[in-house]
Structures are given as C-alpha cells and as structure tokens.
C-alpha cells in the first residue's frame, strides 16, 4: 500500500488553518471493519507521536485544534488554528496491512 | 507508564552485523505486536519488521533475508538482528508499540 500526501511543504502563519491529504493505493478499510490510518506528527530529533488514529480519533492530549476526517483511500487533517508547537512533519500511516508511511509533510510558520 | 528503549546502535562496516535491542516497560511485549522502523538521515519513515503476540513475523522488501526479529519475554525485549549491512541500512532505529509509544531511537550507521 502507497501512501501520497499533499502537499509537501506548508508554510502557515501563526492562527490560521492547515489542511494536509493522504491518499491511498487501495482501500484501508480491514477485514474487521476498521480503517486503520493514522496521523503522526515529528519534530527534529525526536520520534513520532501519534495524533489521531483510526481516520478520527484524537490520542489522548491531544489538542482539539487537530482532527481527522476521510474514508476508503481518502483521508485529511486539518489544523484549525496554527500554534508555534505545531511545526515539524506530519505523516499519514496505515496499519491495515502492516505499516507504510506517507512521504512527510513539512509545517513551517509563515 | 509504557516505555520503550532502544539500544545497540552503532557504526559498522559495510558487510557487517548489530543487534539492536528494545526494551519495555509498563506492558508485555509477548501480549503485543511490536515494530521497527527506521528512518534514514533528513528522510522519511520506512517499516522494517513486525513479531506479532503469536509469533508471526513479517519484514519489508528491502531487509528480507538480512534481518531477524526476535524476542525475549524474560526481558521483556524485542531484538533486531542485522546481519550484512549496507550503506543504505544508515538510519534511526525506533521501535514501537502500535503507532502510540515510540522508543526514542538508536543510530545505526553503516560506513
């Protein structure tokens, strides 16, 4: 499975909005129902922490200024307000047939 | 509190071997399906191997044949063997419980 996120790069000033897209190869939607497909947010030097899984689901701590939406091969977070914390690069990642990766994307501050 | 940490990385020649180990805490790796992923410098995520809580296993393309997964539940630890080592094996090391709880990684470069 092939995970394509757009954009690639996405300079944002403080307060305003983000949207990010993954799109997939095939259906993420598994055998038992779910749609594993996650979102996990790096900052340089440090490992991934997850932010919304199964397509909507904040993890816990999570601000409320993330969320997840899409289903099948579509999926979409969005930011609705940029804090300074929120830099670094988001991936997409589907865990319905072992793990793959979206490219990264890379939130600068305008 | 789960926690996970890596250790073993390492420079090594190419046509080398490591291991490098995870150990947890706050769970039972055995109970679980544990991860690693490695991340090559300024790149992006790439899966490398899973051990389900049955002890299947499973491993990308790209390290098929070189690597091994194991675990020791006696230690709680999840093993990555790495034999045959390339230039393109250079990366961070993270292992992971589901997508929620990340070791904070160990370098492995391989020159």
């Known amino acids: 499975i092939v995970l394509t996120q757009t954009p690639l790069s996405s300079p944002v000033a403080l307060g305003q909005p983000a949207s990010i897209s993954c799109r997939s190869s095939q259906s993420l939607v598994h055998s038992d129902g779910n749609t594993y497909l996650s979102w996990l947010h790096q900052r340089p030097g440090q490992p991934p922490r997850l932010l919304i899984h199964k397509i909507s689901n904040r993890f816990s701590g999570v601000p409320d200024r993330f969320s997840g939406s899409g289903a099948g091969t579509d999926f979409t977070l969005e930011i609705s307000r940029v804090e300074a914390e929120d830099v670094g690069v988001y991936y997409c990642m589907q865990a319905t047939q072992f793990w793959t990766f979206g490219q990264g994307t890379k939130v600068e501050i305008k | 509190e789960v926690q996970l940490v890596e250790s073993g990385g390492a420079l090594v020649q190419p046509g080398g071997s490591l291991r490098l180990s995870c150990t947890a805490s706050g769970f039972t790796v055995s109970s679980n399906y544990m991860n690693w992923v490695r991340q090559a410098p300024g790149r992006g995520l790439e899966w490398v191997s899973v051990?389900?809580?049955?002890?299947?296993?499973y491993y990308a393309d790209s390290v098929k044949g070189r690597f091994i997964i194991s675990r020791d539940n006696s230690k709680n630890t999840v093993y990555l063997q790495m034999n045959s080592l390339r230039a393109e094996d250079t990366a961070v090391y993270y292992c992971?419980?589901?997508?929620?709880?990340w070791g904070q990684g160990t370098l492995v470069t391989v020159s």
């Open positions: 992971a419980q589901t997508a929620a709880y």
């Open positions: 051990i389900f809580s049955d002890g299947i296993i």
